[in-house]
Nanobody
Framework: EVQLVESGGGLVQAGGSLRLSCAAS????????LGWFRQAPGKEREGVSC????????FYINSVKGRFTISRDNAKNTVHLQMNSLKPEDTAVYYC?????WGQGTQVTVSS
């Protein structure tokens, strides 16, 4: 059974940083890419970033380029999202995603 468990969310002031983590289990972690999505209140869920199986390729949506960094530790079956220079518009529930599987989400709130 695939399990994805996010952590690291919280309340931070604009300009601050947070590091999200997603602990994965139930599949061959280093064989697949993973991604982070987010869903703000009243908005659709959107893809934020993804990373290839060995981390050599990454993708970011324009609004987070230069501020967010996705990485993975295949030895620990974990993927991270380092978020710097946070803005109020980054406020959302952030989800780890693998194929058709989602974690429970972690709330990120950025105050102005």
């Amino acid at each position: 059974e695939v399990q994805l468990v996010e952590s690291g969310g919280g309340l931070v002031q604009a300009g601050g940083s947070l590091r999200l983590s997603c602990a994965a289990s139930g599949f061959t972690f280093d064989g697949y890419g993973l991604g982070w999505f987010r869903q703000a209140p009243g908005k659709e869920r959107e893809g934020v970033s993804c990373i290839s199986s060995v981390g050599g390729r990454t993708f970011y949506i324009n609004s987070v380029k230069g501020r967010f960094t996705i990485s993975r530790d295949n030895a620990k079956n974990t993927v991270h999202l380092q978020m710097n220079s946070l803005k109020p518009e980054d406020t959302a529930v952030y989800y780890c995603h693998f194929q058709l599987n989602w974690g429970q989400g972690t709330q990120v709130t950025v105050s102005s």
